[in-house]
């Protein structure tokens, strides 16, 4: 079966939020498009929802998430992402409801961005390779929460601490997604993004087992490439808000 094209991905906008579930989320593949964003004058800001420190097996999560944090700040400043965000839920156990959502709504609401970016969180990421619980509940989360944070009378306790509405989301992309509809050419950025992956040092030996960030990224995006009719693409699923 071969893949479905992609399309080109919309680029006429300039800010987006990133939130995801753990630092790493953004740098296995979506970093690349991000360091290509900010190369156009883009602002983007990563929100992380856990700061990973379950993810490291020989570690102990109070030095972990202290080791993963700056890890991720490290990455994000590769790709352009100077403000980096860590809203501190339990790492391996987040729950997908309300409170997620109004936590996610009051990050959009203070950002006020047209794009919120976030990792797939379809059942898996293609035959064979289940997703995880955390991606699913926060990418479920984001999605309603880029609706939540325009309905002035959803979370209204976000009105007392001077958030307005936001409805200016046009729409959540999420990276990775086996249901991708769009593509970002990366091949000129694809190395910046292999950099914003290796800063994870720590958490990379921690797997225990032999990735080679660059081949593992290389092969994706070549890949990915090829439906976008590049050498290099990263894909993303377009759940549009507005018309985008
Ligand atoms: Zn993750």
């Known amino acids: 079966m071969d893949p479905e094209p992609l399309k080109s991905l919309p680029e006429k906008w300039?800010?987006?939020?990133?939130?995801?579930?753990?630092?790493?989320?953004?740098?296995?593949?979506?970093?690349?498009?991000?360091?290509?964003?900010?190369?156009?004058?883009?602002?983007?800001?990563?929100?992380?929802?856990?700061?990973g420190?379950?993810?490291?097996?020989?570690?102990?999560p109070d030095e972990c998430r202290r080791v993963r944090e700056a890890e991720e700040i490290e990455s994000a400043r590769i790709v352009g992402v100077e403000t980096v965000e860590f809203l501190g839920l339990p790492d391996g156990i987040v729950e997908y409801g309300v409170p997620l959502r109004r936590t996610l709504a009051e990050v959009i609401r203070r950002h006020r961005p047209d794009?919120?970016?976030?990792?797939?969180?379809?059942?898996?990421?293609?035959?064979?390779?289940?997703?995880?619980?955390?991606?699913?509940?926060?990418?479920?989360?984001?999605?309603?929460?880029?609706r939540d944070a325009g309905n002035r009378?959803?979370?209204?306790?976000?009105?007392?601490?001077?958030?307005?509405?936001?409805?200016?989301?046009?729409?959540?992309?999420a990276a990775g997604s086996p249901q991708a509809t769009h593509g970002v050419d990366v091949t000129d950025t694809l190395?910046?993004?292999?950099?914003?992956?290796?800063?994870?040092?720590?958490y990379l030996s921690g797997l225990g087992q032999q990735m080679d960030p660059e081949e593992f990224l290389e092969s994706f995006a070549r890949m990915t490439g090829s439906r976008l009719g590049c050498p290099f693409a990263v894909s993303f699923e377009v759940f549009a808000l507005q018309l985008f």
């Not at 883009?42 to 929802?49: A, D, L, W």
């Not at 009378?153 to 959540?172: H, M, S």
């Not at 190395?191 to 720590?202: R, T, W």
């Open 14 to 51: 300039s800010k987006a939020v990133a939130i995801v579930a753990h630092p790493d989320d953004m740098e296995f593949g979506a970093a690349a498009a991000v360091a290509r964003w900010t190369g156009q004058g883009k602002e983007v800001v990563y929100v992380m929802v856990t700061s």
């Open 115 to 146: 794009i919120v970016l976030t990792g797939n969180f379809r059942d898996s990421f293609g035959p064979g390779a289940l997703n995880q619980a955390d991606h699913i509940a926060v990418g479920r989360a984001v999605l309603d929460a880029a």
């Open 53 to 60: 420190e379950a993810g490291i097996d020989g570690m102990h």
């Open 153 to 173: 009378w959803v979370f209204r306790e976000l009105l007392d601490q001077g958030l307005e509405p936001w409805n200016g989301v046009k729409a959540v992309l």
């Open 191 to 202: 190395a910046k993004g292999v950099e914003s992956l290796k800063a994870h040092d720590a």
